[in-house]
């Protein structure tokens, strides 16, 4: 399923979404993670990767990436819903493609 065909609501205690929403269109980032809100149980978390940048692109292998920088994530996570707590951090490693890459991670939890 993808995430703008989610649905449930208070299903869930965690989403793990390693290197999944880095290919949602940014435009349609917000309301998966607003989805991804709804669907966690109270005190649910929320742990996703993205690839780091300022651009909307495709790798070698023509694969889509919403390259965002941790401004902008935190602003789209802050549009998504209330969350009770918000940790973005960055490390330096690769992709499928080998490239080296920077990576940020969130782990976000839905008021309990």
């Not at 205690?13 to 940014?26: E, F, K, Q, S």
């Not at 917000?30 to 005190?43: K, V, Y």
């Not at 990767?49 to 023509?62: H, Q, V």
């Not at 819903?81 to 918000?86: P, Y």
Request: aromatic share 12%.
């Amino acid at each position: 399923m993808a995430f703008h065909e989610l649905d449930d609501v208070a299903a869930y205690d965690g989403v793990w979404a390693c290197a999944c929403l880095l290919h949602a269109p940014r435009e349609e980032l917000t309301d998966d993670l607003a989805r991804i809100f709804r669907a966690l149980r109270p005190g649910g978390v929320l742990t996703a990767s993205f690839k780091a940048g300022n651009s909307e692109g495709r790798d070698r292998f023509g694969r889509y990436y919403n390259y965002i920088d941790a401004d902008q994530l935190r602003a789209h996570l802050a549009a998504s819903g209330a969350w009770a707590s918000l940790d973005i951090t960055e490390n330096d490693g690769s992709g499928y493609d080998g490239e080296p890459t920077r990576w940020l991670w969130v782990e976000a939890r839905k008021r309990g």
